[in-house]
């Protein structure tokens, strides 16, 4: 579904990502790991088209079509959807009108109570929202869009103990599209995580590490998230190097 090719993005007058190679297949959940600074959130902002990137070289393809330079809008038209890290406020502009314009489903609004957002409806977006109410109000856009690639910014982070679950059940559903499909997902997911507490409620499939705008090493996710705890990041980019 997305290949990367050789992608070189600046952002802020500084290069980011420095050559990443990169594959994510029809319904696959790859997880992507790294120190801050790395280059994570950058990497996820050049696939949405986010304006503060410049591409300098190399291409990103989305089911064999070329978007590099595709216009966010259209890239989302197409089925890319992303929760941000941190998104900005948008003061004049309604939560429940933000979701009846994007929605595909006629019933989402009815639905905000899963996310805990009832009360948010009536609100300009993101305004006053604390980290976890920004979380679920990103998930209820999301589950709005319907999205075939979802790009998480750490879905996790700034998540209290009582609302992890109903945020990584919320993201589930998302990769599952609440159809409870026997074949397996139907939606292909980048996840940036620190923690790793999210893949507690996804299945995913490969993990990535990002270090210095490069790709060092990739694997299986909990193998990789142990290590890092054991480790750190230095040693398990080196010791899977040599496992190599």
Known sequence: MLKIEDLHVEAGGKEI??????????????????????GKSTLLAAIMGLGHCT??????????????????????????????QRPPNIVGVKLKDL????????DILKRSGEFKMDEFLERDINVGFSGGEIKRSELLQLTAQRP?????DEPESGVDLENIDLVGKKVHD??????????????SALVITHTGDILKHIGADNAYVLNDGRIK????????????????????????????
Do not use: W
């Open 17 to 38: 990502l420095k050559g990443i190679h990169l594959e994510i297949g029809d319904g696959q959940t790859c997880v992507l790991f790294g120190p801050n600074g790395s």
């Open 99 to 106: 979701v009846s314009v994007v929605s595909n489903k006629d």
């Open 217 to 244: 090493c990739s694997g299986r996710p909990m193998d990789i998230l142990k290590d890092i705890r054991e480790r750190g990041y230095k040693e398990c980019i080196q010791c899977r190097k040599i496992k190599r």
């Open 55 to 84: 591409v300098t070289k190399g291409r990103i393809l989305y089911n064999d079509m070329d978007i590099t330079k595709m216009p966010i809008d259209e890239r989302a038209r197409l089925g890319i959807g992303m929760m941000m």
């Open 174 to 187: 998302l990769l599952y599209e609440d159809t409870h499909c026997k074949l397996g997902k139907v939606v």
């Open 148 to 152: 075939k690639f979802i790009l998480l």
